[in-house]
C-alpha cells in the first residue's frame, strides 16, 4: 500500500509513542555493586503502522532496532513509553489480556532455527502453536497446519521432519508458517532475510509480500540492508543510536534524503544507471557506545555537517512535508 496513493487510514494500527528501552549496567560485583549506568538502546522513538502497509526499520547493527521491535511486543519490558494497538497501550495489559493480543502480533526472527524445538517435528510443533493459543480442535488444527505449510511453499511430507533436516531458507518459510497460523494483524520481521543466500532472500521477500496481500498483513519490517528494506516498505524510519533521525516514504526518502546519517547509507546503495553515479560518503569513526551516546545531536561525532549547536542541542523533530521527517539542525527554522 502506497501512503502517496493517498489510501492513508486516519488511525494507526499501532502508535509507538517516546519509547524507551534502557538497561542497566553493573559495577564488576554484578547487581552487588549497584547501577553504573544504562546502555540507551532504544531511546524516545515514536512511529505509526499502518494497516495493511510495510513500515521498514533500518540502520547499522547495534542502533536499537531489534530492541526495538521485542519491546514492542513486551518480549522485554519497556523503560518508558507507550504502544497503542487498536488504541490500548500494550505496555499496560494484563498478562492474560496480552496472552491473547499477543497471537494478533506475532514475530518472525534472522534464525527461525532458534525458536524451533530441535526434538519436534514440524507439524506437530506449529499445531501445538495452534494449540497453545487455544485455537480449533486437534483435526482443525492439523488442516490449518498442512494449509500454511502449503501457503509458505513447504510440502506436505515435511510434515514429520526435524528443524534441522530443513535448509536456511525452508526454516524462514517454517518461520513464517509459525507467525501466521494463529492469523495475526502485525507481523515483526527482525532480518528475516540476512542470513539467507541472495537468491533464496529475493524468495522469501516475495513470499512475504504475496501473504500480506492475502491475509491483509501490516508489516514491521526491521534490517541492515537498506536495499532490502527498499524492496519490500511503503515507508522507511532509519535509525541511529536508539533514536529514529528520518521517517519517509520509500519513494520520498530514496529521491531526497534529508538527515547525513541517511545520506550516507544511500550513498553505498549501488545506482542501476551508470551515468548518475553517486558520490561514496564514508563516515568517520566508528558507531558511539549506547552506554554514553554523545551530547546534542548523537550523530554529532560523524557528521560532515557537524556546527557548534549540534555539540550541546538536540535537534527537534521536524515535519518537512506530509510523508517526510527528520531531526536535524541543518533544517531547523
Ligand atoms: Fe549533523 Fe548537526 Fe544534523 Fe546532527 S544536527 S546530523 S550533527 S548537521
Same mark, same amino acid.
Given at each position: 500500500m502506497?501512503?502517496? =496513493?493517498g489510501k492513508t487510514p486516519k488511525k494507526p494500527l499501532l502508535d509507538v509513542q517516546r519509547l524507551k528501552k534502557f538497561f542497566p549496567v553493573h559495577g564488576p560485583f554484578g547487581s552487588l555493586g549497584g547501577v553504573k549506568g544504562h546502555v540507551k538502546a532504544v531511546n524516545d522513538v515514536s512511529f505509526q503502522l499502518y494497516e495493511g502497509e510495510t513500515f521498514g526499520v533500518v540502520g547499522e547493527s547495534g542502533c536499537g532496532k531489534s530492541t526495538m521491535g521485542r519491546t514492542i511486543l513486551r518480549l522485554t519490558e519497556p523503560t518508558d513509553g507507550k504502544a497503542l494497538y487498536k488504541?490500548?497501550?500494550?505496555?499496560?495489559? &494484563?498478562?492474560?489480556?496480552?496472552?491473547?493480543?499477543?497471537?494478533?502480533?506475532?514475530?518472525?526472527?534472522?534464525d527461525p532455527y532458534s525458536s524451533l524445538n530441535p526434538r519436534k517435528r514440524i507439524g506437530p510443533a506449529l499445531e501445538e502453536h495452534l =494449540?497453545?493459543?487455544?485455537?480449533?480442535?486437534?483435526?482443525?488444527?492439523?488442516?490449518?497446519?498442512?494449509?500454511?505449510?502449503?501457503?509458505?511453499?513447504?510440502?506436505?511430507?515435511?510434515?514429520?521432519?526435524? &528443524?534441522h533436516e530443513f535448509s536456511g531458507g525452508q526454516r524462514q518459510r517454517i518461520g513464517l508458517a509459525r507467525a501466521l497460523i494463529v492469523s495475526p494483524q502485525i507481523v515483526i520481521s527482525d532480518e528475516p532475510v540476512s542470513a539467507l543466500d541472495v537468491s533464496i532472500q529475493s524468495q522469501v521477500i516475495n513470499l512475504l509480500q504475496q501473504l500480506q496481500e492475502e491475509y491483509t498483513l501490516t508489516y514491521l519490517f526491521i534490517a541492515h540492508d537498506i536495499s532490502v528494506v527498499r524492496h519490500i516498505s511503503d515507508r522507511i524510519?532509519?535509525?541511529?543510536?536508539?533514536?529514529?533521525?528520518?521517517? =519517509?516514504? %520509500?519513494?520520498?526518502?530514496?529521491? %531526497? &534524503?534529508?538527515?547525513?546519517? %541517511?545520506? =550516507?547509507?544511500l550513498s553505498a546503495v549501488p545506482v542501476a544507471n551508470p551515468r548518475r553515479k553517486r558520490e561514496r560518503i564514508i563516515l568517520k569513526g566508528e558507531i558511539p557506545s549506547p552506554l554514553h551516546p554523545p551530547s546534542g545531536c548523537i550523530f554529532h561525532t560523524r557528521c560532515p555537517y557537524v556546527m557548534d549547536v549540534c555539540k550541546t542541542e538536540a535537534p527537534v523533530t521536524q515535519q518537512m512535508s506530509p510523508h517526510h521527517?527528520?531531526?536535524?539542525?541543518?533544517y531547523s527554522h
Open positions: 502506497s501512503l502517496e =496513493a488504541g490500548r497501550d500494550i505496555f499496560q495489559l &494484563p498478562g492474560n489480556v496480552m496472552r491473547d493480543i499477543r497471537k494478533e502480533l506475532q514475530m518472525v526472527f534472522q =494449540a497453545i493459543h487455544s485455537i480449533g480442535r486437534k483435526e482443525e488444527r492439523i488442516e490449518r497446519v498442512m494449509d500454511i505449510m502449503h501457503k509458505v511453499g513447504l510440502q506436505m511430507d515435511h510434515y514429520y521432519r526435524y &528443524p524510519g532509519v535509525m541511529y543510536l536508539g533514536q529514529m533521525v528520518e521517517q =519517509a516514504s %520509500t519513494d520520498s526518502l530514496f529521491a %531526497t &534524503p534529508l538527515h547525513p546519517y %541517511t545520506q =550516507a547509507l521527517q527528520v531531526s536535524c539542525h541543518l
